[in-house]
């Protein structure tokens, strides 16, 4: 169940930093109150996990999660520069996401 938490608590990342973009500073306002509620709600989450996860466990997966996601997400929706090596760098980062979650005994 943990795991469950957690994955939905690094999607939530996804949404507020997209969400923290189209905020523009928090110059506008439903933006703005869609990344803090979805900030918030991620971090609650991420505090729920890290009940029976290891924390740097928890932690990594949630942020390589996050980062990966919102990096699609700036290629894909906000027309942001792709190159191999950044898919590389990524794919590095997913790489041991999994890693740390195959190798996890708990």
């Known amino acids: 169940m943990a795991w469950s938490i957690l994955a939905v608590a690094a999607l939530l990342e996804l949404v507020w930093a997209l969400a923290l ?3 523009e500073g928090f110059t506008r306002l439903w933006p ?5 509620a979805g ?14 996860l290891p924390v740097g466990t928890a932690y990594a997966v949630w942020v390589g999660i996050g980062a990966a996601g ?3 997400a700036g ?10 090596t ?4 990524v794919g590095l980062i997913l790489a041991g996401v999994v890693g740390l979650r195959l190798l996890e005994d708990g």
Not at 39 to 52: D, K
Not at 75 to 84: D, I, K, Y
Not at 86 to 89: D, I, S, Y
């Open 21 to 23: 973009k189209q905020a």
């Open 32 to 36: 703005s109150v869609l990344a803090l």
């Open 39 to 52: 900030a918030l709600t991620s971090f609650l989450l991420l505090s729920l996990a890290i009940r029976t």
């Open 70 to 72: 919102v990096f699609v």
């Open 86 to 89: 950044r898919v590389l760098c």
């Open 75 to 84: 290629v894909v929706a906000l027309g942001e520069r792709v190159s191999p």
